[in-house]
Every structure is written in structure tokens, then in C-alpha cells.
């Protein structure tokens, strides 16, 4: 009995030791980056041969950069804004009014994630070339935002899977109408798996590359498009700053999404 | 004016049907009670009067108003759920006050009455709370205050003291029937739970597949049932199969699976022919129980002075079980076993292994066809 119970507790830390082995080893790359970004000299090197923030310095006056850096905030603040409305629209409607295009919905709403990149990338610059949308944010956002929809989606179909609908009767039989009901109700019940959505579709927006590289122009390139053209010329530890930014807000923005769910747990416990 | 009439009510989902047919005029002012097992439609019909579910066929009424077509947001009914869906994120006065809020009721009037509300549900002192913090008896009284609130025309109550324990249980259905004296607002109050009927109901209306199979008195469904379903569903009872012997202008005589005659009397000549099946109806509460004496009372039948008949069988006690204030026996008699009861107060105590006689009144027995219609005696 003893001995089985040993047994079993080895296998356990056994587990736990390569399962955080495998972590590290995935993670290392992004620890490299980082480190690199420090480095004094003019190429990128690991470890560096010496340490400055030179190139942070760089960074902040480089007029491209800070360009590019504001063009992804601006693409990445609409992506989340169009996909959360989408997203949460149609997780929604398909609870109220499950019928046989519901059933349709989640398939379709896959369907941008399935298709190659590159082939959505070539064929929306035609597209938008078509309709004049090219060179515009919108283009952008409106690729970004296919590709964002269905994660949100898939997000709130599971939050509105845990929402007590009852809630929701409740409110028209107190005489609340679809829309005073929707924000009365139910949005309050799931504002953090909304909050949580759109941080998921703002982070898909920032590091996606291919469509934004089809679809940019100099003047609304991404952070991803420029770091392509610039490591194309020189690879420097400007590379390794714009990609240590890049982590610190998707790190921020998983920091930020716990903090926003466990938020009412937390005063729960507090109080 | 509220009455509410409801005509051939019904709702399908898909291949589904969850309410055939439900006809039925509730009056102003009354305490109907749908009663019926899970499955039966009552909730659903509850809900088509909420305008929560939209029937697929027939027509509402709430006063002189066809409100078939309207969405719960436009009728001024008020329910309270099963599981009392109080707003978690709102407090147990907001809660009160959202009907109100709804309504466009200037925030301190809405307030003022929110607290009266809970005042007259004695949860005066729990305004600020969060609801997910109180006991399943206070969630119950805050969903009824922030019914009764918004002042509706009728009242729905789905099943809202199922999850309450029975003592708890008795109390809210005494202050439900106090609140519904108060008010005089129409009340119609889902149940599965007989007693509950009972306690509350000026009417009780019994369900079974989807149709409303009758609408009476308590008293009146409980004596005088339409058929087998609602025999059994109301109470407990011996249900004894047997065949038409002979039919007399004065009798019926039922050759049982207790391997005795039992005798029917009838005021009329019954519509039913010899050689027809028959389940009878044996209530605890018409059956009396005695030690068999001497061997000229071992059963039978005696036809009284006035007509009615008394039959009796001889039976043993196989289980003795306490149920606090009444003692059930279960007694075999001819390879059938029936159930019959004493109060607890009776001291010469019957044990197991013991032979009994039965005795009944033959006109309180209820007879009913194959079919399960009731025949009248």
C-alpha cells in the first residue's frame, strides 16, 4: 500500500519535472529575445557581448517604428471593437434562437481560421482593391477581424453556456425589453468573458503578419510587416526590442484579462 | 379585470408536444393550482401565459385583452421562477426594484415601494445584501417581493417551494394563501406536490400528458375523480383488477383478483356490460381494519339496511411501517397485496404475521374501465 503510494507520488513529480522541462525549452526562445534586446553592439548575439539600451534609445526615435507601433494599436483596438460586437452577437443569438442556421453558425464562423493566410491575404487585397478600401486601416481591420470573430465567438459561447437564461426571462417578465434586458441583465453577468474576448482579438490583431503584410502600405504598416522588411536588411537588436515590446503587452494584456475574471472572486473573498 | 382564459392551448417543439389541450377560464381574483407529474405541460402552460413561450396553436386572454401574440415584456403578469432567478449582480433592493425600473418609476417612488415590498415578505432588513448570500427560503421571499412589486395583474408561481425543505415549505404555503387573500390578484401556481395543491388552491387543475384532464374544487377532484390517472396521482390507493360478473338494477358485482366478489352499488344502471375489465379503487382512508373474530365474518359481503353494501377480506400484515402519526400496513390477501392505515394512536398493535380482517363500505369504492374512464355508479 505504502510502496504503491510512493510509486505513484515519483510518477507525479516525475510528470511535473518534464512537463515544466518541455515549458522551458518553448519558452526559452522569448527569454533569448528579450536578452538580446539589451545587447550594446550592432549585431544581434546570445548571449550579447555587452549591455546597453542603446537600441531602445533607437527605438524611440525612430520615427518608422513609433509609426508602425501606433498603426498596430490602431488596427488592434479595431479588430477587437468589430470582432467582440460580431462575436458576441452571434454567440448570443444563437442561445436566444437555436434553430437550423444556428447549427450552421459554428462551422461557418471557422471557416477564416481554416484558409491559409496567404491565400486570404491575396484574396482580400484584390477584394478591397475592388471595393477602394485598399491602403486603408479598415482593410486591415476587416481581415484582422475574420480571423478574430471566431475566437470570440468560440469565448462567448462558452460564458453564455454558464449564464443562469432564466436570468434573462426574468427580466422581460418584469417587463424589460430585448435591449433593456441584454444590458440590465445579461451584459453584466458576462462583461468579463467580453472584456476577456476582446483582449484575445486585440492580441490575434497585433502579431498577425501575412494579411497585414498584403494588405499594408508604408503609412498604415504594422509592427510585424516593418520588423519583416527592416531583419530583410539588416538583422539588428531593433528586431529584438520591437519583439520584447511585443511580449510585454501580450504578457500585460493575460495579466490584465486574470486579474479583470478573478476581480469579483477576489472582493468576494475580501469581503 | 383579470380573469384569464385560456383556449385549446397548444405548444409543440418540433416533434415534441409539451401542451395538446388546455381549455380553461381562471377567474378574477382565484388561486388556481396546475397539478401535475414532471412532463405533464404545467410549466408550459405557465410560461404561454407569461408570454415566455409562444404557443403554436390556440388563444390567450388576460381580462378583455387577446394577448396570444404579446411578448412577456408587454403583459402585466409577474412570475416567479423555480429557481427564483434573482439578478446576482444586484442588490436585494434593486432586485425589488427593477420591475419598477422597467416601468419608468422615478427612482424614489421606486424605492419606497421596493422597500415596503420587502417589508411585507419580512426581508426588511436585507436591502443591501447580495442575493447569492441568502438561505433558499429568503431568495424565495425576495423573488415574490420583487414579483408582487410591480403590482401585475396575475401572478405565476412555478413550482417556487420545491427547493425548499418541508417545514420551511408549509410556512410559505400558509403565506402565499395570506398574500393571495390580501391582494385578490389572480394567482396561478404550478405544482407536482399534492398537499401543496390542496393547501393553496381554490381550484386544481390536473395535468397529465400535455392536456388539462379536470378542473375542480380540491374536494371535488379528490371525491370525485374523472378517471384512473388522477385516482392514483391524488393521494395513495389499492388499485384491485377485476371483471363484471353480473349487473344489477341495485349492483355491480366484481369478480376481483382478491378471489372475492366485491360489491358495487349503484343509483342508476351503470354503463357497463358483464365480462367488461375493471380496476377498483380502494382508499386507505374507506377501509377498516379488525382481528377476524369468528369464522362467520372470514369476508364477503353484507347488503345494509340502506343499500349500500359492506365487503370484507381476510388478509395477513406482511410489513409494519411507522410513518409518525399513522401506521401503514401492507397485508396480503389471496397472493395480493394491498396497503391500509391507522392512526398511531390505536394501541392494540398490529404485528407482522398477523391475520386481519379488511372491511369497506362497497358505495365509497370507485370503479374504473379498462380505458382508465371512471364509471359512474
Do not use: H
Given at each position: 500500500m505504502t510502496s504503491n503510494l510512493h510509486r505513484e507520488t515519483f510518477e507525479d513529480v516525475a510528470f511535473r519535472a518534464g512537463y515544466l522541462a518541455l515549458l522551458v525549452f518553448m519558452l526559452l526562445p522569448l527569454?533569448?529575445?528579450i536578452v538580446t534586446s539589451f545587447s550594446g553592439s550592432g549585431r544581434i548575439a546570445f548571449p550579447p557581448d555587452s549591455f546597453s539600451l542603446v537600441w531602445y534609445g533607437e527605438f524611440f526615435e525612430s520615427i518608422r517604428w513609433l509609426n508602425a507601433f501606433t498603426n498596430s494599436l490602431i488596427v488592434g483596438f479595431g479588430t477587437a471593437l468589430a470582432a467582440t460586437v460580431l462575436g458576441v452577437m452571434g454567440a448570443f443569438g444563437q442561445e436566444i434562437e437555436d434553430g437550423s442556421f444556428g447549427k450552421l453558425l459554428a462551422p461557418l464562423v471557422l471557416i477564416p481560421l481554416l484558409i491559409p493566410p496567404v491565400i486570404l491575404g491575396i484574396t482580400l487585397l484584390m477584394y478591397f482593391n475592388e471595393v477602394g478600401l485598399r491602403g486603408s486601416y479598415a482593410s486591415i481591420v476587416l481581415a484582422h477581424t475574420l480571423w478574430a470573430t471566431p475566437l470570440v465567438y468560440f469565448v462567448m459561447r462558452s460564458v453564455f453556456s454558464r449564464f443562469d437564461w432564466q436570468q434573462l426571462d426574468a427580466a422581460h417578465d418584469l417587463g424589460a425589453g430585448p435591449i433593456r434586458s441584454f444590458v440590465q441583465v445579461v451584459l453584466p453577468n458576462v462583461k468579463h468573458g467580453i472584456f476577456v474576448g476582446a483582449l484575445l482579438a486585440f492580441i490575434i490583431s497585433l502579431q498577425e503578419f501575412v494579411m497585414a503584410l498584403f494588405l499594408s502600405t508604408p503609412n498604415t504598416e504594422t509592427i510585424?510587416?516593418?520588423?519583416?522588411?527592416?531583419?530583410?536588411?539588416?538583422?539588428?537588436?531593433?528586431?529584438?526590442?520591437?519583439?520584447t515590446f511585443l511580449i510585454l503587452i501580450s504578457v500585460g494584456a493575460i495579466v490584465v484579462a486574470v486579474i479583470a475574471t478573478n476581480l469579483e472572486w477576489l472582493s468576494k473573498q475580501l469581503s | 379585470m383579470s380573469e384569464i382564459t385560456l383556449s385549446e392551448l397548444e405548444k409543440q417543439y418540433?416533434?415534441?408536444?409539451?401542451?395538446?389541450?388546455?381549455?380553461?377560464?381562471?377567474?378574477?381574483?382565484?388561486?388556481?393550482?396546475?397539478?401535475?407529474?414532471?412532463?405533464?405541460?404545467?410549466?408550459?402552460?405557465?410560461?404561454?401565459?407569461?408570454g415566455l413561450e409562444t404557443p403554436t396553436d390556440g388563444e390567450i386572454s388576460i381580462g378583455e385583452d387577446d394577448v396570444t401574440d404579446r411578448p412577456a415584456y408587454e403583459r402585466n403578469t409577474s412570475?416567479?421562477?423555480?429557481?427564483?432567478?434573482?439578478?446576482?449582480h444586484k442588490s436585494v433592493l434593486e432586485n425589488v426594484a427593477f420591475g419598477l425600473k422597467m416601468r419608468d418609476v422615478p427612482a424614489e417612488e421606486r424605492e419606497e415601494?421596493?422597500?415596503?415590498m420587502l417589508e411585507r415578505v419580512q426581508m426588511g432588513s436585507y436591502d443591501d445584501e447580495d442575493p447569492t448570500n441568502l438561505s433558499g427560503g429568503q431568495k424565495q421571499r425576495v423573488a415574490l417581493a420583487r414579483s408582487l412589486a410591480v403590482n401585475p395583474d396575475v401572478l405565476l408561481l412555478d413550482e417556487p417551494l420545491s427547493n425548499l425543505d418541508k417545514r420551511l415549505r408549509e410556512d410559505m404555503q400558509i403565506e402565499l394563501r395570506e398574500i393571495h387573500e390580501d391582494l385578490e390578484e389572480t394567482f396561478v401556481h404550478v405544482t407536482h406536490d399534492q398537499d401543496e395543491a390542496f393547501t393553496l388552491a381554490d381550484r386544481i387543475g390536473i395535468m397529465a400528458d400535455g392536456n388539462l384532464v379536470q378542473v375542480g374544487s380540491p374536494n371535488e377532484v379528490y371525491e370525485n375523480p374523472k378517471n384512473r390517472f388522477i385516482e392514483g396521482f391524488l393521494g395513495d390507493t389499492n388499485f384491485i383488477d377485476g371483471e363484471v360478473d353480473r349487473v344489477t338494477a341495485e349492483t355491480v358485482h366484481v369478480e376481483t383478483e382478491l378471489g372475492r366478489e366485491i360489491v358495487l352499488p349503484t343509483d342508476e344502471e351503470p354503463d357497463i356490460d358483464e365480462g367488461a375489465e375493471l380496476t377498483l379503487s380502494l382508499r386507505p382512508e374507506i377501509l377498516s381494519i379488525d382481528q377476524p373474530v369468528s369464522a362467520q365474518s372470514d369476508g364477503g359481503q353484507t347488503v345494509l339496511a340502506d343499500g349500500s353494501t359492506t365487503n370484507a377480506v381476510i388478509g395477513t400484515v406482511e410489513n409494519v411501517l411507522y410513518r409518525g402519526s399513522t401506521v401503514r400496513y401492507s397485508v396480503s390477501s389471496n397472493g395480493t397485496t394491498m396497503f391500509v392505515e391507522r392512526t398511531g394512536a390505536s394501541t392494540d398493535a398490529l404485528t407482522a404475521g398477523d391475520d386481519i380482517r379488511i372491511d369497506w363500505n362497497g358505495a365509497d369504492v370507485l370503479a374504473f374501465r379498462a380505458d382508465g374512464t371512471r364509471v359512474s355508479l
Open positions: 527569454l533569448v529575445v510585424p510587416v516593418l520588423a519583416w522588411t527592416e531583419i530583410r536588411q539588416a538583422l539588428d537588436p531593433m528586431v529584438s526590442v520591437v519583439s | 418540433g416533434e415534441t408536444t409539451a401542451v395538446e389541450d388546455v381549455s380553461v377560464e381562471i377567474n378574477d381574483g382565484e388561486l388556481l393550482c396546475l397539478l401535475g407529474p414532471s412532463g405533464s405541460g404545467k410549466s408550459t402552460t405557465l410560461r404561454m401565459i407569461a412570475t416567479v421562477f423555480q429557481d427564483w432567478a434573482l439578478f446576482p415601494r421596493a422597500r415596503a
